[in-house]
């Protein structure tokens, strides 16, 4: 079995910053993109970023200039440097991963989630 395990949530007021760090682990054979998504209460879950193997980034527009993605390969465990924090920004926190488990035969890609942490930002 695949799981991913996020970390790093909290409560912070506006401006400050805050680390999500999320370590996929178990029969993994090889992980392709990486990304994190949110879910404010009332809304539909949206794209915050998206890291692939090889280092590339995409942001949604509302986050561009503030938050980070990046991911260390060696330890299947991928980032979110989130800076300038604002309330709007409050949500719960999703980190999501296209991997293949060795578990299936070959390269065989799945979607898997982790089970979210909250990102509480006070005005």
């Known amino acids: 079995q695949v799981q991913l395990v996020e970390s790093g949530g909290g409560l912070v007021q506006t401006g400050e910053s805050l680390r999500l760090s999320c370590a996929a682990s178990?029969?993994?054979?090889?992980?392709?993109?990486m990304a994190w998504y949110r879910q404010a209460p009332g809304r539909q879950r949206e794209l915050v970023a998206t890291i692939t193997s090889g280092g590339r980034t995409v942001y949604v527009d509302s986050v561009k200039g503030r938050f980070t993605i990046s991911r260390d390969n060696a330890k299947n465990t991928v980032y979110l440097q989130m800076n300038s924090l604002k309330p709007e920004d409050t949500a719960v926190y999703y980190c999501?991963?296209?991997?293949?488990?060795?578990?299936?035969?070959?390269?065989?890609?799945?979607?898997?989630w982790g089970q979210g942490t909250q990102v509480t930002v006070s005005s």
């Open positions: 178990g029969t993994i054979r090889a992980i392709n993109t």
């Open positions: 999501n991963a296209v991997i293949a488990s060795t578990l299936r035969p070959g390269l065989s890609w799945a979607n898997y």
